[in-house]
């Protein structure tokens, strides 16, 4: 799986549809069963795939993840691989997408974090009989999201984010640090500041190197329903392997950055999940704080 395929250029796909006699929205659920092999769902055994097309012409995939050793809700359904694969390249919005097995309520509940997703966001199951383009409305009626609790101002998944986060200077009280592990420590902290937690205000942020230096970053994703939420580490891990890094243990080095003391904290669960699935990686964690926050020295935890 090294350097597996996750996202397809635009002009790239613009030519496989040519070459298929196809539209890029035909072209989408064709990519399934090639796809689906890249899943790692060493609990079911069921593979899922997902293609969806990005507003800026790239399409990106995206395939489910289970965790061996912690429980189920850990696993990263494949549609929530899709939307962080977009997060991950900065694409504002996904037009649609194509999966290979119908999206469970997990993943239709998720899905509502993307603005006005109700109404444009069109779904294609590829295993129906007659397969074809649906909102998400028609799979999820009476919906419960974001427009229920948020205003029209505060951005959604995929929108830009600033949570306004820093870590003051001297965090490893005076102990030098190589320049490999500020890049880290920077990208988790930029991975936090970027986090959708508009619920329960407790952003996070982990970052991941492998054994060639290579930065790999996800953010906490929350959802109008708590659950389905997705984690820094789960985030992280979805942008190493969309970024082609290949087997969990080559993950050598991990930081999250968050809030202390707040009411949703991710530490205890970043460090199971990183000991189960690279057992080598070395998880520094880091508490920031707001930008409005007088700056005080910071303590890491290792």
Known sequence: MDGAKFVIEATEAEQMARDSGLSILQLLPTLLPSAQPLARPPISKFQVAAAGLGSDGRIFLGVNLEFPGVPLHHSVHAEQFLVTNLAVHGVPRLIAFAVSAAPCGHCRQFLQELRHASDD???LIASDESPTFKPLSSL??????PFDLLDEKTPLLLEPHDNG????????NGECESDSDSKLEAAALEAANSSHVPYSGCPSGVALMDWEGNIYKGSYTES????????P???ALVAYMAGGGGGYEKIVAGVLVEKEGVLVRQEDTARLLLKLASP???LRVFHCVSASTPKGRMKASI
């Open 280 to 282: 080598k990686c070395k």
């Open 140 to 145: 999820l009626p009476s919906p419960f999201g």
């Open 224 to 231: 109008a329903a708590y659950n389905p939420s997705l984690g």
């Open 233 to 235: 580490v789960q985030a």
């Open 165 to 172: 986060l820093l870590i003051a200077a001297n965090a490893c």
């Open 121 to 123: 966001l069109r779904i």
